[in-house]
Nanobody
Framework: QVQLVESGGGLVQAGGSLRLSCAASGLPFSVYAMGWFRQAPGKEREFVAAIDWSLSNTYYLDSVKGRFTISRNNAKDTVYLQMDTLKPEDTAVYYC?????????????????????WGQGTQVTVSS
């Protein structure tokens, strides 16, 4: 059974930092592309960041470039999202996701079923 379990969310003031973690089990993590998405109240889920299985390539939503960093540890089956200089507009539920194909993550258009594995989400709230 595939499981992605996020942790690290919470409440932080604007300008602060959080580090999200996602522990994976039940899938061949070392050959899966992994990503982070977020969904704010009343808005559609959107792509935030992705990293390929080889750690060679990373991808980011334009509004988080230079502030967020995605990384992974294949020995620990874990993917991370370091979020710095947080802004109130970053407030959302953040979801970890995985798929064999990086394009399934980076080309996400709102169809949950187009990405093979999802976590349950962790709340990030940035106060002004």
């Amino acid at each position: 059974q595939v499981q992605l379990v996020e942790s690290g969310g919470g409440l932080v003031q604007a300008g602060g930092s959080l580090r999200l973690s996602c522990a994976a089990s039940g899938l061949p993590f070392s050959v899966y592309a992994m990503g982070w998405f977020r969904q704010a109240p009343g808005k559609e889920r959107e792509f935030v960041a992705a990293i390929d299985w080889s750690l060679s390539n990373t991808y980011y939503l334009d509004s988080v470039k230079g502030r967020f960093t995605i990384s992974r540890n294949n020995a620990k089956d874990t993917v991370y999202l370091q979020m710095d200089t947080l802004k109130p507009e970053d407030t959302a539920v953040y979801y970890c996701a995985g798929d064999r194909w990086i394009a399934a993550i980076t080309n996400f258009r709102g169809n949950i079923g187009s990405v093979s594995a999802w976590g349950q989400g962790t709340q990030v709230t940035v106060s002004s």
